[in-house]
């Protein structure tokens, strides 16, 4: 049987989960497309406002993608095979889940930003905690994302110095963060989105083409160059391409644009499949176009840097046409990631302090100091604080999952799909936390024996407090009492 066969069937599983287990999940959270969305009782002309369903998923592809589902993958095809199955399950039952019930959430309760949302579900408590841990997340993501790119567009341009650079991405960001979506975001990330995808399946095609070897699945075997544990790391390692915090602080940015509540299940857990299938793509070529793990190691080089794969893929693959998408993969989608992160910052910060953004000068009051703040932090190096990210990240994935595990005991409909990868991903985390130098730097047989103690702890707290979801959490909110 042809290797690639097995390729074939994982984009297949992640398609078949969209048709089938998407609409399961839409059933538990009760979707209605009567229902009044806030695109159209909450319109503002600057953040609230119902734009096409097509257009808001190209954008929500976008929001959540960027190098996300391209750079995790490929580093984390350093551990085999298994990182394919980890992207096809994690995507169909845990992030897709995820970014859906977030984004619902979020219209039902609406559009608010996501630590209101985990407030509302798991208390006040959690709120604020996840409104300081979410602020920090979107500056650093914002920040990052703007050393990176400014550095190859000055290597590119034999400019040298990229202050020039940082500049110029400093300003768009500004402009993305203040105007209204439908101006800049609203325009270019379609865009960019549908390069995206002809980047990913040209890749794919270009790997069949030219007759790569696929992987086979009985080479489930951890192959990692230098030895690294498979668990907890590669759940770590592979975030938007499987499950990302990062996609609940950009879902309620469309939840404030959709026309319809059924069109969720193809907005949001259609996105976070398209963006599985092109972690998979990309997860491929990093096994398949170089013969051993230790052959992909040193194409990333000492720093691990999976923009030069994309360079050398892109490249022999595509020729010129190539060069050009691995130049919009590596410069541009960052960019695409750090504008909505600075933007969701923003929205974030006015529901702190219900600050109507409708008129320039308020969302000039909250965008001002956040950028102040995002320069000065740009002269750090984030070499070490970055480390934190994919830990961060995922930490915040597992918070929402909970949340949306608190809303379906609400509904007295079938939490168990929401409180399994829950529980799943409370594992990874504190195994990671336990054991990683960053963290406790435990041994690592006792990191894995407290991780699954404390999955288990979170889980028999989370079904001792079903009664207080019950009734304590609300399904929606009226427009004239919304909850603080």
């Avoid at 859906?100 to 006040?124: A, C, E, Q, W």
């Avoid at 491929?284 to 691990?304: C, E, R, V």
């Avoid at 929401?418 to 990874?428: I, S």
Wanted: charged share 10%; net charge positive.
């Amino acid at each position: 049987m042809p290797t690639v066969f097995y390729f074939l069937l994982s984009v297949a599983a992640l398609i078949l989960g969209y048709f089938v287990y998407s609409r399961i999940i839409e059933k538990i959270f009760g979707a209605k497309e009567e229902r009044l969305t806030p695109a159209h009782s909450m319109n503002d002309g600057v953040d609230y406002m119902a734009m096409p369903t097509w257009k808001v998923f190209l954008i929500q592809l976008l929001n959540i993608a960027g190098v996300g589902p391209v750079f995790g993958p490929i580093m984390g095809a350093l551990y085999g095979p298994a990182a394919l199955l980890w992207v096809v399950l994690g995507s169909i039952f845990a992030g897709a889940v995820h970014d859906y019930f977030s984004g619902m959430m979020s219209i039902r309760y609406h559009g608010k930003s996501l630590p209101d949302v985990v407030g509302y579900t798991l208390g006040n408590g959690f709120k604020q905690f996840m409104r300081a841990f979410s602020l920090l997340l979107l500056v650093l993501v914002g920040v990052v994302f703007v050393a990176a790119p400014a550095g190859l567009l000055a290597n590119l341009t034999g400019m040298g110095s990229a202050t020039l650079f940082v500049v110029i991405i400093f300003l768009y960001y500004f402009l993305a963060t203040i105007l209204p979506i439908d101006l800049i975001i609203g325009r270019l990330y379609p865009i960019f989105a549908v390069v995206l995808l002809i980047m990913a399946f040209g890749v794919a095609g270009g790997l069949i083409v030219e007759g790569k070897a696929f992987y086979s699945w009985a080479e489930w075997t951890n192959q990692h160059p230098k030895g690294l544990p498979l668990w907890p790391l590669m759940f770590i390692t592979i975030a938007c391409g499987a499950i990302s915090g990062f996609h609940a602080t950009q879902s309620p940015m469309m939840a404030r644009c959709m026309l319809n509540e059924r069109h969720g299940r193809s907005v949001f857990y259609g996105a976070m499949i398209a963006e599985g299938i092109i972690g998979l793509i990309w997860a491929t070529a990093g096994m398949t176009f170089y013969d051993s793990a230790q052959s992909l190691a040193a194409a990333m080089g000492p720093k691990n840097n999976a923009a030069l794969v994309v360079n050398e893929v892109c490249l022999t693959l595509l020729g010129s046409v190539g060069g050009v998408l691995a130049i919009l993969g590596v410069v541009v989608l960052p960019i695409t990631s750090g504008d909505t992160a600075f933007r969701a910052a923003r929205l974030l910060i006015a529901d702190v302090l219900r600050s109507d953004q409708q008129r320039i000068d308020r969302r000039l009051f909250i965008a001002v100091p956040l950028f102040a703040v995002g320069i000065a932090l740009a002269n750090v190096d984030f070499s070490i604080l970055w480390r934190y990210f994919g830990f961060a990240n995922q930490s915040l994935a597992t918070v929402v999952l909970w949340s949306g595990a608190a809303y379906a005991v609400r509904k007295g409909t079938n939490h168990w799909l929401l409180t399994l990868p829950a529980t799943f991903m409370t594992a990874v985390c504190s195994t990671y936390l336990y054991n990683a130098t960053i963290g406790l730097n435990l041994p690592y047989d006792l990191s894995v024996i407290l991780g699954l103690v404390s999955a288990a702890v979170a889980l028999g707290v989370f079904l001792a407090r079903a009664n207080w979801f019950r009734t304590n959490v609300p399904l929606e909110l009226s427009l004239d009492n919304l909850k603080a």
